[in-house]
């Protein structure tokens, strides 16, 4: 299993980003991924997930209305589409495949939301 992130870097408040995470050495049409993130001090949070056929979401209360989840099979890739970003939002952000196997967490892609 890897996992790739990318796409994070710095915005201002109210900006957006989209973040792409390509896998790699999995059937990845046969499973539901993640979004957390991360900053100094804190636990992992989750921040959405999405079905293997894309089809069901669910995200934090803190990103409703505001982040969009999707994935392109054909693609092996997933996105996270974030709006409206807020100071808070700042973390290291990394895509999960919610399995044991090794690999399953990317490295991480740093967004900084900062004027």
């Known amino acids: 299993v890897q996992l790739v992130e990318s796409g994070g870097g710095l915005v201002q408040p109210g900006g957006s980003l989209r973040l792409s995470c390509a896998a790699s050495g999995f059937t990845f049409s046969r499973y539901g991924m993640r979004w957390y993130r991360q900053t100094p001090g804190k636990e992992r949070e989750w921040v959405a997930s999405?079905?293997?056929?894309?089809?069901?979401?669910n995200y934090a209360d803190s990103v409703k209305g505001r982040f969009t989840i999707s994935r392109d099979n054909a693609k092996k890739t997933v996105y996270l589409q974030m709006n409206s970003l807020k100071p808070d939002d700042t973390a290291v952000y990394y895509c999960h495949l919610p399995t044991a196997l090794p690999g399953s967490w990317g490295q991480g892609t740093q967004v900084t939301v900062s004027s």
């Open positions: 999405i079905t293997s056929d894309g089809g069901g979401t």
